[in-house]
């Protein structure tokens, strides 16, 4: 199992990102996925989920109508599209995928957003 992150950056406050999760070695397709994200001294937290077919997502109560999940099985690849990004979104994003009872983690992309 491999998921890469990518798409993280700096950016000011109000601006957005696209983070893309590119996925191999599992069945995408059928497999929920998410976003996690670390900010500095803080514990990882969800962010947003997306089911197999995309058809149900999830929130975080902070990011609710900001951030969008998406998905392209197609693709292998899933997304996070974040708009008026604010500073406290700073953080490490990862992608997340729980195959059979194991938790599978990417390496994470830094978002930074400066005020």
């Known amino acids: 199992v491999q998921l890469v992150e990518s798409g993280g950056g700096l950016v000011q406050a109000g601006g957005s990102l696209r983070l893309s999760c590119a996925a191999s070695g599992f069945t995408f397709s059928i497999n929920v996925m998410g976003w996690y994200r670390q900010a500095p001294g803080k514990q990882r937290e969800l962010v947003a989920t997306?089911?197999?077919?995309?058809?149900?997502?999830y929130y975080a109560d902070s990011v609710k109508g900001r951030f969008t999940i998406s998905r392209d099985n197609a693709k292998n690849t899933m997304y996070l599209q974040m708009n008026s990004l604010k500073p406290e979104d700073t953080a490490v994003y990862y992608c997340?995928?729980?195959?059979?009872?194991?938790?599978?983690w990417g390496k994470g992309t830094l978002v930074t957003v400066s005020s």
């Open positions: 997340h995928a729980p195959i059979r009872d194991i938790n599978y």
């Open positions: 997306i089911t197999s077919g995309g058809g149900s997502t």
